[in-house]
T-cell receptor, first 115, second 115 residues
Framework: AQKVTQAQTEISVVEKEDVTLDCVYE???????LFWYKQPPSGELVFLIR??????QNEISGRYSWNFQKSTSSFNFTITASQVVDSAVYFC????????????FGRGTQLTVWP | EAQVTQNPRYLITVTGKKLTVTCSQN?????MSWYRQDPGLGLRQIYY???????DKGDVPEGYKVSRKEKRNFPLILESPSPNQTSLYFC??????????????FGSGTQLSVL
């Protein structure tokens, strides 16, 4: 059975520190997509990135970067030079690959960035 | 403006009183889905629909019904709400996220309290 784990329940950092959020997805599917979403205190869900299981190239977008390693089933997300506005709950969400339409969210990591 | 609209934003009801949470999208998306969010549990999929008249169960369908009579609408029905259905509900839509390089669009959420 598939399993997505965000082992860090809460992380606190001081502004300008780098922070990495971990996500491990265990599955027998060979083809799948992985999403990261952000939920700020206002409650809406904000899309950050979508990667497929064939693409292990790291991706950088501004202060955000993602490291996907299929061999370890990890899809980690790093924020460089964190800011107070980065404070949010971050969700890792893999689709179920072989089961179309099923998108499964991790339990989320609460990131708090202090000024 | 492309959007997913949920109504109501907040709802307080009593046990056993049937209610419907509406969801509508204006992007001609084929896929729609309902999630509930509870503290520490992340988002869990209730039901999803791949197209008109095609619906299927997610991880936590008990106590819920859905219908997809037209492409734009996907209402969530609680025939006999119970206190354990107190939660934050999100509706989402997508063209075909498992085939295309796109995200899910989420509504703003409905906070439901069942007394």
């Amino acid at each position: 059975a598939q399993k997505v784990t965000q082992a860090q329940t809460e992380i606190s950092v001081v502004e300008k520190e780098d922070v990495t959020l971990d996500c491990v997805y265990e599955t027998r599917d060979t083809t799948y997509y992985l999403f990261w979403y952000k939920q700020p205190p206002s409650g809406e869900l904000v899309f950050l990135i979508r990667r497929n299981s064939f693409d292990e190239q790291n991706e950088i977008s501004g202060r955000y970067s993602w490291n996907f390693q299929k061999s370890t089933s990890s899809f980690n997300f790093t924020i460089t030079a964190s800011q107070v506005v980065d404070s949010a709950v971050y969700f890792c969400a893999p689709d179920r690959g072989s089961t179309l339409g099923r998108l499964y969210f991790g339990r989320g990591t609460q990131l708090t960035v202090w000024p | 403006e492309a959007q997913v609209t949920q109504n109501p934003r907040y709802l307080i009801t009593v046990t056993g009183k049937k209610l419907t949470v509406t969801c509508s999208q204006n992007m001609n998306h084929e896929y729609m889905s309902w999630y509930r969010q509870d503290p520490g549990l992340g988002l869990r999929q209730i039901y999803y629909s791949m197209n008109v008249e095609v619906t299927d169960k997610g991880d936590v369908p008990e106590g819920y019904k859905v219908s997809r009579k037209e492409k734009r609408n996907f209402p969530l029905i609680l025939e006999s709400p119970s206190p354990n259905q107190t939660s934050l509900y999100f509706c989402a839509s997508s063209l075909r996220f498992w085939e295309t390089n796109e995200k899910l669009f989420f509504g703003s959420g409905t906070q439901l309290s069942v007394l």
